[in-house]
């Protein structure tokens, strides 16, 4: 089975956290975006926002990575808030912002209205899409790709 791509959205923020603890949370917390994703496939995430609670905005894919664990796993941040987890090899990457790569872009359809298609959090790409923002990150497409 082939690799699939996705994007994950959440604030530079939050996918920092992630980013240095190898593992990707998505939708707030919820399983089923984690579940769609498979061993082996690619995760970039895109932060719209530089915090969570703030308005100030960031606008670029912050994080490239592949998805090393199996299994979903519930962690307790604090009380009351359990949301789940899968594993994630994040890559050395630059930022990229995303209006330079906007029209080079398919999964975007409406270049004016670019936003939209990061309303659910969560999404599939094309690897042509992948490819494009995985250069801009790192320089290259990643070699087990």
Request: glycine letters at 8%; proline letters at 6%; charged letters at 25%.
């Amino acid at each position: 089975m082939s690799a699939r791509y996705w994007i994950g959205v959440a604030s530079k923020e939050h996918v920092h956290i992630g980013v240095a603890g190898g593992f990707s949370q998505l939708c707030h917390g919820k399983a089923q975006p984690l579940k769609r994703m498979a061993v082996g496939d690619w995760l970039i995430y895109y932060s719209p926002k530089e915090r969570f609670e703030e308005s100030a905005p960031c606008q670029k894919f912050t994080a490239i990575g592949k998805v090393s664990g199996d299994k979903i796993y519930p962690f307790e941040m604090f009380p009351g808030f359990v949301p789940y987890r899968r594993d994630v090899n994040f890559l050395q990457a630059n930022d990229a912002p995303i209006r330079s790569l906007l029209e080079q872009l398919s999964f975007i359809q409406n270049k004016s209205r670019w936003g939209y298609a990061f309303r659910f959090g969560h999404l599939e790409i094309p690897k042509s899409d992948f490819e494009v923002i995985a250069t801009r990150m790192l320089g290259c497409i990643p070699e087990d790709n």
